[in-house]
């Protein structure tokens, strides 16, 4: 098998990039060099990539009480710069829509947004409709921090005896998911709680997906998910997305860091300082990562092998109809070694082929799978609408793309 081949004829899509912060705090425009960054436009023709989440991210430390606002920013952000190299980007709000830019001589990245963290709504399901209105595809349903619905895995609590609290998805929690099932938008659950996790698969009528999360089998991190979430996540139909940060694939790298922090106190004091500069605005994010990234440096990157090694695991026990990629390309300071860009995604392929994958399975996880479930989450969609508005009109159309 041509490995080559396969990889330049597949529709390759990334589901997590955090790029926007970029766009936005940076101006940065991806026709020219990223720099440190890890995503440009040269880079993402080199890995052949078709389809792009962009991950509509808001701190919710930095900009509390301004969730709206830097969201819409950031949304403003993509679009704008996918109007300005339309010639390399389009927007894409579909399926339909990502096979059209896919398709021809003259092929363009089919340019999505994705909402990292429920609280960004603020509890509205007036603003998550808007938000749909605006391009967004899929919501994360918590980040890093629990909101009022959803328990984040990113911060439990202990009750007196030292366990794990964890609620869960409340009641209007899985309202919501109803009602992204409804509008069809893609329920995503990387970032959430073990109990969120499997109440979000119960609520839903359409198939989940984790945007970006490894196997917490290889490395145990609350963010990663278990096999027995794999295997539930399998039989929901849907596709869990490796993610490549160094702290989700290698233990071992945990481990390393750990000492480092231990041995280094001052530079893990100054991390907290500049971390501290940040949220009160007198840092930008992109000197935050490079400072982080010099440490990263130090403690040294897992090997190429650990994120093939998850893939591998992820297949073994969900099937290769069930997994995919969620590099969180921007959003990470550490990669593993041979992944500096999306430039290396072709290296994947290489990998994955060299293991044995067959050509219908390297194209599933490359970006077949996504596209099936989103597939079906659209298909989903118009059958509650019909089910609720017997003139089969759907409540919350489709945009059409931006005429630039």
């Given at each position: 098998?041509?490995?080559?081949a ?5 529709i390759?899509?990334?589901t ?23 995503w440009?436009?040269a880079?993402a ?11 509509i991210?808001?701190d919710p ?9 830097r969201?819409m ?5 993509v679009?704008e710069?996918?109007?300005k ?9 579909s ?7 896919r ?7 089919a340019?999505?947004?994705g ?7 603020e509890g ?23 909101n ?64 970006h999360s490894s ?5 145990d991190?609350?963010r990663?998910m ?7 996540l ?17 233990d ?9 922090a ?8 100054k ?9 009160e605005?007198?840092l ?7 400072y ?5 440096a ?5 090997p190429?092998?650990?994120l093939i090694?998850?893939?591998?695991h ?18 990470v ?7 500096d ?5 072709p ?28 597939a ?5 969609a ?6 609720t508005?017997p ?14």
């Amino acid at each position: 098998m041509n490995w080559k081949a396969v990889h330049q004829s597949a529709i390759v899509v990334d589901t997590h990039a955090d790029t926007p912060g970029r766009f936005v705090d940076e101006n940065f425009d991806p026709s020219k060099d990223a720099g440190k960054g890890h995503w440009d436009l040269a880079k993402a023709k080199q890995g052949n990539l078709g389809v792009e989440f962009f991950s509509i991210w808001v701190d919710p430390g930095k900009f509390k009480g301004q969730y709206v606002q830097r969201a819409m920013k950031m949304i403003d952000s993509v679009y704008e710069t996918v109007g300005k190299h339309s010639n390399e980007m389009v927007m894409a709000y579909s399926v339909k829509d990502i096979r059209t830019a896919r398709t021809g001589p003259h092929k363009r990245i089919a340019s999505l947004l994705g909402l990292e963290g429920g609280h960004v709504i603020e509890g509205d399901m007036a603003l998550l409709r808007d938000f749909y209105r605006l391009g967004v595809r899929y919501m994360t349903l918590t980040w890093a921090n629990s909101n009022e619905w959803a328990q984040s895995s990113g911060d439990y609590k202990k009750d007196e005896n030292g366990k794990l609290i964890d609620p869960g998805l409340t009641e209007y929690g899985r309202k919501i998911v109803m009602e992204m099932n409804r509008i069809g938008m893609i329920v995503d659950i990387s970032h959430v709680s073990d109990r969120s996790f499997y109440n979000a698969l119960t609520a839903s009528r359409a198939p989940v997906i984790a945007s970006h999360s490894s196997a917490r089998a290889i490395t145990d991190v609350p963010r990663n998910m278990t096999d027995d979430m794999l295997v539930a996540l399998s039989r929901n139909n849907g596709v869990a997305m490796v993610n490549f940060n160094c702290g989700f694939i290698s233990d071992d790298y945990n481990r390393r860091s750990k000492q480092f922090a231990q041995d280094h106190p001052d530079a893990v004091k100054k991390m907290r300082d500049m971390e501290q500069q940040y949220k009160e605005g007198k840092l930008d994010e992109n000197q935050l990562q490079m400072y982080q990234a010099e440490l990263n440096a130090q403690v040294g990157r897992p090997p190429f092998s650990a994120l093939i090694d998850h893939i591998d695991h992820m297949v073994k026990v969900a099937g290769a109809d069930h997994v995919g990629i969620g590099s969180d390309f921007d959003g990470v300071n550490c990669l593993p070694e041979g992944i500096d860009s999306v430039a290396d995604l072709p290296k994947i392929t290489q990998a994955l082929a060299e293991r044995g994958y067959t050509e219908k399975q390297l194209n599933m996880i490359l970006g077949e799978n996504l596209l099936r479930v989103f597939a079906d989450v659209e298909k989903t969609a118009k059958q509650i609408q019909s089910e609720t508005n017997p003139d089969k009109r759907s409540e919350v159309p489709i945009p059409p793309a931006p005429k630039r």
